[in-house]
């Protein structure tokens, strides 16, 4: 498939020209096929569009010209041969998990998962006759020992949500090779800017473009990549006769967020960086979890896998739940907000928010502490954002 991006463009370039469809009005901007359907010109030709013998498009819910635009352009970005945009994240992961396993298979997925993730496979996936073993994905040896005869499908997010663990992507993927199973990569946190889970050996990555691919607050969406084969032959009937098809409005907005994703990404990620230089050996401060420093638990596979480092922080306010609710009310700059990966800073409290329904023992295994917040660093000055942190943390008792 082309995606109108020359190969040797550099991530930049592509993610401003990759996939444009120009119409016969040569409009500079992308524009918005707001249609459910599409006309042909003779009963011929309708039939001939769905028997395949003639490009083109049918119905919004298959594809649609702006959709088809944002797809490419991932594509590009991301060096798959074939995507599904989706109207969400989860319907993105859903879909790929539903469409990697059946009655009878197992899966094996690391256990510190986006909250709804965790619920398709623990919740939804047994209902369905598919069993599953979460393990530290963390330790190698975990991956190995959950193996079983009928295992087909790997899945992780690396790194994790909230505390930011970084899983070895080419390890699981060697693993899921030699057994002849497929590994999922929830890519969300790493950004395509950051890291590549296709070219590390992983089969198929899955966004929820509502973060940094949107970052602007503005729409949902989500996207699975993978090489064509699998798209034809195991998500393409499902993802037609399912419905979760992006809007094109909302297609459009993203397609207008990949051409900042890069600087912006990069930006972020410089501040995020200064501020856990600033963070770290705070005195109101218990710990300090940021793949960029050198003081990572996975610091060497940071090095290996990653470009930069993020544009998250997992932080450890002291006097546990009191000083982390202190130091959110104090902020005046940094918003509370379950959300990340937009231009505003947003900070999450885990264990009352997006990881209150798992039981206490299983938060302490994911070592979310009544003192861990979350920091999604975003694109105000970052003097004005450590200001804003240092004079909040005066308020930690
Ligand atoms: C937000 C998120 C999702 C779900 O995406 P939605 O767009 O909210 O449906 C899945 N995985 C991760 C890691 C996320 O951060």
């Excluded at 401060?285 to 990653?306: E, F, S």
């Amino acid at each position: 498939m082309s995606n109108g991006a020359k190969a040797n463009w550099k991530p930049q370039t592509k993610m401003v020209h990759g996939g444009t469809l120009r119409s016969g009005f040569g409009e500079t901007s992308e524009a918005i096929y707001l249609t459910q359907g599409f006309v042909y010109d003779t009963a011929a030709a309708a039939e001939a569009r769905f028997k395949g013998e003639e490009e083109g498009f049918i119905y919004s819910r298959y594809a649609n010209p702006t959709v088809d635009m944002f797809e490419k352009r991932m594509c590009a970005l991301e060096g798959a041969e074939d995507a599904r945009s989706t109207s969400s994240g989860m319907a993105a992961v859903s879909m790929a998990l539903l469409c990697s396993a059946g009655a009878g298979d197992h899966v094996v997925a690391a256990r510190a998962l986006f909250g709804s993730c965790r619920w398709i496979i623990e919740k939804q996936m047994p209902k369905w006759g598919i069993e599953s073993t979460l393990v530290d994905g963390t330790k190698m040896e975990e991956w190995e020992k959950a193996v079983r005869p009928n295992t087909k499908l790997f899945f992780l997010e690396s790194p994790t949500n909230p505390t930011l663990e970084v899983v070895d992507i080419a390890a699981v993927a060697k693993l899921a090779d030699s057994i002849g199973a497929r590994l999922v990569v929830d890519n969300v946190f790493a950004t395509p800017m950051q890291q590549k889970p296709l070219e590390l050996g992983a089969h198929v990555v899955v966004y929820s473009a509502t973060k940094h691919i949107d970052g602007q607050g503005r729409c949902l969406g989500g996207i699975v990549l993978s090489d064509k084969e699998w798209i034809d032959k195991s998500l393409h009937d499902f993802f037609r006769h399912t419905g979760p098809s992006l809007s094109p409005f909302n297609a459009w907005t993203l397609l207008k967020g990949l051409e900042t994703l890069p600087v912006r990404v990069r930006q972020q990620t410089e501040s995020a960086g200064k501020i856990a230089d600033f963070l770290a050996g705070h005195r109101k401060v218990d710990r300090l979890i940021y793949p960029g420093r050198a003081d990572h638990p996975q610091a060497d596979i940071v090095r290996k896998q990653m470009k930069g480092g993020s544009t998250l922080l997992c932080i450890d306010i002291k006097d546990g739940k009191k000083g982390a609710f202190a130091f959110q009310d104090a902020l005046e700059i940094v918003r509370i907000s379950n959300n990340l990966g937009d231009a505003k800073s947003l900070i999450t409290h885990p264990a009352t928010t997006t990881h209150k329904n798992l039981a206490e023992e299983a938060r302490a295994e994911l070592g979310i502490n009544p003192g861990t917040v979350r920091l999604s660093v975003g694109l105000e000055d970052v003097d004005d954002l450590i200001a804003d942190i240092d004079r909040a943390l005066a308020k930690v008792a």
